[in-house]
């Protein structure tokens, strides 16, 4: 049934206060074909929403927003070494990565407590902890809106970069992802490369299982990240800008306790929490927007902040690491 301005303040994790002129909660793949059938004028403009926490709505929203609740976990593929599941877009992202670790599989495990959606999880190739999700897809299933049909992308068709797929550029806003193909291992493959991780890794005596990986993760992102269900939010709000080998050479001159990976001979990852938290914006607040006190790279609703009011921080914020250190930081979030 689609349902007329329908509020989304539960249904994005900063929890603004907004509305969508038409909602319709998608279920099953059946339900696809009953709501393209329809001819209607609401098809015109379509937002799929999943677990709605990596999302900024600055205004109601003039159209239909799908909410995708497909649901189901079904082994496809499985031998000696792999298991290969094919999972509904709709599932809670920790509660698959659970799933997981109970069925004996491991890949995933550091990808523990991110919020939102399985479907979500190819968009921006979620990673944390030294894993990208990129890794253990092996395809998408979804439905491409304009041509009426059900259609796939194997792992490189989907083209995924650092928080970046085919599902960002050109299928963006064309396709409704109905489920991802995970193929996971049957052994154990630790990464604790991820600098708390190898401190907390090491201090257990005994064997490391997959489990405790996850553990970890949950511990330690309770310490510095916050729970949309108290504080809203929608994690990093910005991308970790990459720069060129010139460019950082200029900024460890400029700023020698700068944080920064190398990618490769002329791209290097720099902390864009530890450029926002260097100019003395951590825990920085106006209204009721502000970045989050353990974690710059956070910005938070503290309690009524309008989705305007929160963009108009993030431009504050970008506007000082542009002109401090000549960086322009992208929006990790979407912003509609
Ligand atoms: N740092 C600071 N100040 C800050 C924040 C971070 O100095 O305010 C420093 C930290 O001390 C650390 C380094 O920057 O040395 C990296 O910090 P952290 O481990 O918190 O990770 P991040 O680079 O800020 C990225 C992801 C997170 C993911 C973590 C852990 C992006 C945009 N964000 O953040 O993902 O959980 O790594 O792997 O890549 C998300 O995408 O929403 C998200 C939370």
């Not at 999943?50 to 003039?62: A, R």
């Not at 999972?87 to 491991?106: D, I, P, R």
């Not at 992102?221 to 269900?229: A, D, F, G, Q, Y």
């Not at 938290?277 to 956070?298: H, M, P, S, W």
Request: glycine content about 8%.
């Amino acid at each position: 049934m689609i349902l007329k301005n329908y509020n989304l303040k539960a249904l994005n994790s900063f929890g603004v206060d907004v509305k969508t002129k038409y909602y319709y909660a998608l279920q099953k793949i059946d339900d696809i074909n009953f709501l393209f059938n329809q001819k209607k004028q609401f098809l015109k403009k379509i937002l799929v929403l999943g677990g709605g926490s990596n999302i900024l709505f600055t205004k109601d929203y003039d159209g239909l927003i799908i909410h995708n609740q497909i649901k189901g976990i079904e082994k496809v593929e499985e031998n000696k070494d792999f298991l290969t599941l094919r999972v509904g877009a709709g599932e809670n992202w920790h509660k698959f990565v659970l799933y997981t670790l109970k069925m004996g599989l491991s890949g995933i495990e550091n990808l523990s407590l991110i919020p939102g959606c399985v479907g979500a999880a190819p968009i921006q190739n979620i990673g944390a902890y030294g894993v990208e999700v990129k890794d253990f897809i092996s395809k998408v299933e979804f439905y491409h809106i304009k041509e009426r049909k059900i259609d796939k992308k194997n792992k490189i068709e989907c083209n995924f970069g650092y928080r970046d797929s085919i599902f960002k550029k050109s299928l963006k806003n064309k396709v409704i992802i109905t489920h991802v193909y995970f193929k996971l291992s049957k052994k154990f493959n630790k990464v604790i490369s991820y600098g708390t991780l190898k401190e907390l890794a090491q201090k257990k005596s005994t064997e490391l299982k997959a489990e405790d990986i996850s553990n970890f993760i949950i511990e330690i992102r309770n310490s510095k990240l916050p729970n949309p269900e108290n504080i809203g939010n929608a994690g990093s709000f910005f991308k970790n800008p990459i720069v060129s080998s010139s460019k950082i050479e200029k900024l460890t001159k400029d700023y020698p306790q700068i944080i920064y990976f190398k990618i490769d001979n002329n791209n290097y990852k720099v902390s864009a929490g530890w450029l926002i938290e260097n100019i003395g914006l951590k825990g920085y607040r106006k209204g009721d927007a502000g970045t989050y006190e353990k974690q710059a790279l956070v910005i938070i609703n503290h309690s009524n902040a309008s989705g305007k009011e929160l963009l108009l921080f993030s431009n504050f914020i970008s506007e000082k690491v542009l002109n401090t250190y000549d960086i322009k930081l992208e929006n990790e979030v979407n912003i509609y």
